[in-house]
């Protein structure tokens, strides 16, 4: 099993989109069969370096790499990319 976190430091003026981009994503599940869980949630504290996180589960990584190259995947990443100012990740095996 692999956990696969990212987190987004949103540009600021982009609510609009975060909140459009946030629930796209929420959207995946159960629509992309490779993620099998997932979580989504925005930080609640003012000092902190990202707006809000991802927490999915795939079964491996080639999973996780079906995932990322799903074009739904794909299409909600272009929007996140156009409103980030970073993005951090990591992968382990659970």
Same mark, same amino acid.
């Given at each position: 099993?692999?956990r *696969?976190?990212v987190?987004?430091?949103?540009?600021?003026g982009?609510?609009?989109? =975060? /909140?459009?981009?946030?629930?796209?994503?929420?959207?995946? =599940?159960?629509e992309i069969?490779?993620?099998? !869980?997932?979580?989504?949630?925005r !930080?609640?504290?003012?000092d902190?370096?990202?707006d809000? %996180?991802?927490?999915a589960?795939?079964? &491996?990584? /080639?999973?996780?790499k079906?995932?990322?190259e &799903?074009?739904? *995947?794909?299409? %909600?990443?272009?929007l996140?990319?156009?409103?980030? /100012?970073?993005?951090t990740? %990591? &992968?382990?095996?659970?």
């Amino acid at each position: 099993m692999i956990r *696969h976190i990212v987190m987004w430091k949103f540009r600021a003026g982009t609510k609009s989109e =975060q /909140e459009e981009f946030l629930t796209r994503l929420a959207a995946l =599940q159960g629509e992309i069969p490779a993620l099998l !869980n997932s979580r989504i949630e925005r !930080n609640i504290g003012e000092d902190s370096n990202a707006d809000a %996180v991802l927490i999915a589960d795939f079964a &491996d990584l /080639e999973a996780l790499k079906r995932y990322k190259e &799903d074009p739904r *995947h794909m299409s %909600v990443s272009a929007l996140c990319l156009s409103i980030r /100012e970073s993005r951090t990740c %990591v &992968d382990f095996t659970l």
